[in-house]
């Protein structure tokens, strides 16, 4: 199986990205769980609120692996919540530290901020200086963990585009 992590800074398209590319495999994205549980959540939340929600995404991902038989999508994984832990809390509490360095994707697509930003009651961070700042602690992040990965741009089709074609690259690796 073909375990493809989408992963980026918020309002980067990862949620478009994985629905496309659910769609054209034929599977269904393991959904950025972060969402649900905020959305009927009174903030503010705390380091131990992201904990959670670590926990139940490395949950569903795990779920997903045993179920899923050609390729699994995820519509975020446990590198948002490091990440989201050390720019908000300026640590990363250890379950997550050590869920990330044991998740095993075969490709990262990384989400490029080059889509505008839009304002959702959920996101935190509109200002091009933080959103470059969070991008590159993701592809640092990637890069320090020896992570497969590949920088996902370019605006609606094309986004899906140049992710079909990194995911092709990998299948051909492979064979």
């Known amino acids: 199986m073909l375990k493809i992590a989408i992963t980026g800074p918020e309002s980067t398209g990862k949620s478009s990205l994985a629905k496309s590319l659910a769609e054209i495999y034929g599977v269904k994205a393991i959904p950025e769980y972060a969402r649900e549980y905020l959305s009927n959540f009174e903030l503010p939340y705390t380091i131990d609120d992201i904990v959670k929600i670590a926990r139940e995404q490395e949950r569903l991902i795990k779920e997903k692996a045993t179920t899923s038989d050609k390729i699994l999508i995820a519509d975020t ?66 890069e320090q963990a020896n992570c497969c990965y590949a920088i996902i741009s370019g605006k609606d089709e094309q986004r899906v585009q140049n992710a079909i074609k990194m995911i092709g690259a990998l299948i051909e690796k492979n064979k």
């Open 77 to 142: 994984e446990l590198l948002v919540c490091k990440i989201w832990t050390i720019f908000v809390f300026n640590k990363v509490p250890e379950f997550i530290r050590k869920a990330f360095a044991e998740q095993q994707f075969d490709l990262y697509l990384l989400c490029d901020i080059d889509l505008a930003w839009e304002a959702d009651p959920l996101r935190e961070n509109p200002s091009k200086s933080e959103r470059k700042q969070l991008f590159e602690m993701y592809r640092v992040a990637l």
